[in-house]
């Protein structure tokens, strides 16, 4: 089958059955998900369909690209485990200082702090900050800003601000997408100027993202992949994304 041939397939497949993940479509037509992937974003570049997280629907079924975060914690939940179990091992020496973002897969990295290490927390994430409160060992401190419904996390000028008079030593960071060459990207434009920020205040930063989040480019860019220390992810990152990041600097953790 051509590579025509086969988009054209795939865009009739999604508007037939609805949302497909990428490895469905991959073992549909007997091929890489990396082609898969380039197969989307040929088909999205058109308006055929519509790319999220870890695959595609039709274009005419989301009104949001953007998922709500009780929607993307019930998604791939033994992968977002197994990273945030992995990414405590680069937390600070006890009493340093880390930035949380808002995320499905950061927030499971909140309930495993270590109870007997002692940091200095900020996050403009609710649900974390919910999480961490009265915890003896954290010493909480929650960014200003307006509070997305979406994310329920804070954005705007007051968080932004914020963060560009502060430097911690682990800035902990989540994605809505991840390429070599694009970067990390998210929906939002206040979400993205606040990632932004988050990444310019940490001296070293870590980046927690599922396997679902490679090879997808979502509207804004707030970092590049220069600009990430080490990525913790699972191991069905692909052996070829995994050079690329590499190559761009990344050290790669696999959980």
Known sequence: MYAEERQQAIARLVTERGRMSVNQLAREYAVTTETVRRDLSSLERIGLVRRVHGGVVPPSSLSLIESGIRERDQVNTERKERIARAAVAQLPPSGGTVLIDAGSTTARLATLLPSDHALTVFTHAVPIASRLAGLRQIDLRLL?????R????????????FLSDLRVDVSFIGTNGLTAEHGLTTPDADEAAVKRA?????SRVVVLADSSKFGIETAVRFASAAEVDVLVTDDEVSSADRRALARAGMEIVVA
Do not use: K
Not at 198 to 202: I, K, N
């Open 144 to 148: 200003p800003g307006r509070v997305r």
């Open 150 to 161: 979406t994310t329920q996390a804070a954005v705007g000028a007051d968080t932004v601000s």
């Open 198 to 202: 988050l990444v310019a205040s940490g």
